[in-house]
């Protein structure tokens, strides 16, 4: 359907597949981790999975940003579309895998937290990448510093849900999404003065 939709809309429509493919290939990356580690659950989910996931979401962005774009907007849309194509799989997944453990608190936190925790995730590497992409001295460091953050961010928010703190990190996503939303709308301000 890629060919039918308006060419704007093709890029992030994409994005979103690719995000649910990576979701699917996390989930058996991490499967295979989970396997061949002998640690927790609790460790996968804080340690391994952060890692792996972040890093399979950068891989689809960094080769938009060198082989088609670096354009900022762009950037932004496919970043956040792919985030969403991978939490709307994995919650999908882990619905369907223990479907008696779904609460309203369960829905909730898996939907505003972890949807909008990989979303945020994946648009920290596209802002940043929009940003170093153009400076040559910065683009390794950078790019590496982006993803450090997304997985840190990641961990820390996996960490929380997983912990008695599960109300303090389903709050996380949806205040980081506020702050940036607010300082995204100030900069366009901004630039329209």
Same mark, same amino acid.
């Given at each position: 359907m890629l060919g039918v939709v308006d060419k704007k809309a093709r890029p992030p429509l994409a994005y979103l597949l690719v995000g649910l493919f990576l979701?699917? =290939?996390?989930?058996? @990356?991490?499967?295979? @981790?989970?396997?061949?580690?002998?640690?927790? !659950?609790? #460790?996968? *989910? #804080?340690?391994?999975?952060?890692?792996?996931?972040e890093v399979l979401k950068l891989?689809?962005? @960094? =080769? !938009? $940003?060198?082989?088609?774009?670096?354009?900022?907007? #762009?950037?932004?849309?496919? %970043? $956040?579309?792919?985030?969403?194509? /991978?939490?709307v799989l994995e919650n999908t997944f882990i619905l369907l895998q223990a479907?008696? %453990?779904? *609460?309203?608190?369960?829905? @909730?936190? +898996?939907g505003f937290g972890t949807g909008l925790m990989h979303s945020?995730? $994946?648009?920290?590497?596209?802002?940043?990448? %929009?940003y170093?992409?153009?400076? +040559?001295?910065? =683009? !390794? #460091?950078?790019? /590496?510093?982006?993803? %450090?953050?997304a997985i840190i961010y990641h961990a820390i928010f996996n960490s929380l849900v *997983?912990?008695? !703190?599960q109300y303090i990190g389903a709050v996380l996503p949806i205040v980081t999404y506020l702050v940036i939303v607010y300082f995204l709308k100030r900069q366009r301000k901004?630039?329209?003065?």
């Open positions: 979701a699917l =290939f996390a989930s058996e @990356l991490n499967g295979v @981790l989970a396997n061949n580690l002998a640690v927790s !659950y609790h #460790t996968i *989910t #804080t340690a391994a999975t952060p890692i792996s996931e891989i689809p962005v @960094l =080769f !938009y $940003a060198t082989v088609f774009s670096d354009d900022r907007k #762009t950037l932004l849309n496919i %970043s $956040a579309a792919e985030g969403m194509g /991978f939490a479907p008696q %453990s779904a *609460t309203i608190l369960w829905a @909730l936190i +898996r945020l995730c $994946a648009l920290i590497v596209g802002i940043a990448i %929009s170093v992409k153009k400076k +040559r001295k910065l =683009f !390794y #460091t950078g790019t /590496f510093a982006a993803l %450090s953050t *997983t912990s008695q !703190y901004n630039k329209n003065l």
